[in-house]
T-cell receptor, first 116, second 118 residues
Framework: SQQGEEDPQALSIQEGENATMNCSYK?????LQWYRQNSGRGLVHLIL?????REKHSGRLRVTLDTSKKSSSLLITASRAADTASYFC????????????????FGQGTILTVHP | NAGVMQNPRHLVRRRGQEARLRCSPM?????VYWYRQLPEEGLKFMVY????????ESGMPKERFSAEFPKEGPSILRIQQVVRGDSAAYFC????????????????FGDGTRLSIL
């Protein structure tokens, strides 16, 4: 079964620095999504990258996808204290007809701490 | 607020009681998903429903757990005869669809219900 795994498990940086988180998965995917979760809250969708895309940007976020290596990375540039949260990648598989299975398979997450 | 609404936010039950968790999807969304999150872990898929249909329940325990999404009203995740191991955060998400037209639309999550079993 699919399984996303992020590394590092925890990352501690200073404000203004860049943060890079990696995600690996095991089976073919329809798309890969990154979510943020603040303590005690639900998940906030950050960015979705399709299986035929290699790179995507959204504000200070940059996501890459390498389907040959079954891996993705999330880069947050010029980090802020407000970026402190857990970050999860989630994969969405699909059948041969392109219909999503619907369910997302999440990794264990990376806990990011940005010190002011 | 047009987001996914879950209630209650916190639910405390004694062992053996029943827990009912509710989820109202975003406006216009007819696909609902339930996930469970144990402390310090990622979310684990439980069940995927459309109106009046269970599409995929492969992640849901065979006993004591059930889910429904009636024609009218919210989706309900029901846990009967709760045990300590059921303590977790339960998240609901919704999406607009999953066929090839919508297969690249994200799921939107509620803030979850934190279930504590005494």
């Amino acid at each position: 079964s699919q399984q996303g795994e992020e590394d590092p498990q925890a990352l501690s940086i200073q404000e203004g620095e860049n943060a890079t988180m990696n995600c690996s998965y095991k089976t073919s995917i329809n798309n890969l999504q990154w979510y943020r979760q603040n303590s005690g809250r639900g998940l906030v969708h950050l960015i979705l990258i399709r299986s035929n895309e290699r790179e995507k940007h959204s504000g200070r976020l940059r996501v890459t996808l390498d389907t040959s290596k079954k891996s993705s990375s999330l880069l947050i540039t010029a980090s802020r204290a407000a970026d402190t949260a857990s970050y999860f990648c989630a994969t969405d598989g699909s059948n041969a007809g392109g219909t999503s299975y619907g369910k997302l398979t999440f990794g264990q997450g990376t806990i990011l701490t940005v010190h002011p | 607020n047009a987001g996914v609404m879950q209630n209650p936010r916190h639910l405390v039950r004694r062992r053996g009681q029943e827990a009912r968790l509710r989820c109202s999807p975003m406006k216009g969304h007819s696909h609902v998903y339930w996930y469970r999150q144990l402390p310090e872990e990622g979310l684990k898929f439980m069940v995927y429903l459309q109106k009046e249909n269970i599409i995929d329940e492969s992640g849901m325990p065979k006993e004591r757990f059930s889910a429904e999404f009636p024609k009218e009203g919210p989706s309900i995740l029901r846990i009967q005869q709760v045990v300590r191991g059921d303590s977790a955060a339960y998240f609901c998400a919704s999406s607009i669809g999953t066929d090839s037209t919508y297969s690249n639309q994200p799921q939107h999550f509620g803030d979850g219900t934190r279930l504590s079993i005494l």
